[in-house]
Nanobody, 120 residues
Framework: VQLVESGGGLVQPGGSLRLSCAASGSVFGINAMGWYRQAPGKARELVAAITREGSTNYADSVKGRFTISGDNAKNTVYLEMNSLKPEDTAVYYC???????????????WGRGTQVTVSS
């Protein structure tokens, strides 16, 4: 199973971006997916997460600005980011937990990350 992220880039403060992450392979279901980010010199932190049932969790720093959503049929998660700030600049990583495949159950899978830069 691989997670493929897309949608990062350079945006001005106050702008918006939409990140996507799709799980490839023979995936039957995913228990939860989320987005983490890591800025230079800082630890990786949770940005937002969503369960298969649709329950969501957000970091306080992004509440009201970011929205996570998922498509279970496509094994895909999205992160809509609005009112972006320079402090949102980081590499954003997709994570999937308890991924059921044809031959196994895999836990805590990470994507390679996509760069988000907020700068004027």
């Amino acid at each position: 199973v691989q997670l493929v992220e897309s949608g990062g880039g350079l945006v001005q403060p106050g702008g918006s971006l939409r990140l996507s992450c799709a799980a490839s392979g023979s995936v039957f279901g995913i228990n939860a997916m989320g987005w983490y980010r890591q800025a230079p010199g800082k630890a990786r932190e949770l940005v937002a997460a969503i369960t298969r049932e649709g329950s969501t969790n957000y970091a306080d720093s992004v509440k009201g600005r970011f929205t996570i959503s998922g498509d279970n049929a496509k094994n895909t998660v999205y992160l809509e980011m609005n009112s972006l700030k320079p402090e949102d600049t980081a590499v954003y990583y997709c994570n999937a937990d308890r991924v059921v495949t044809a031959g196994s159950i895999e836990y805590n899978i990470w994507g390679r990350g996509t760069q988000v830069t907020v700068s004027s």
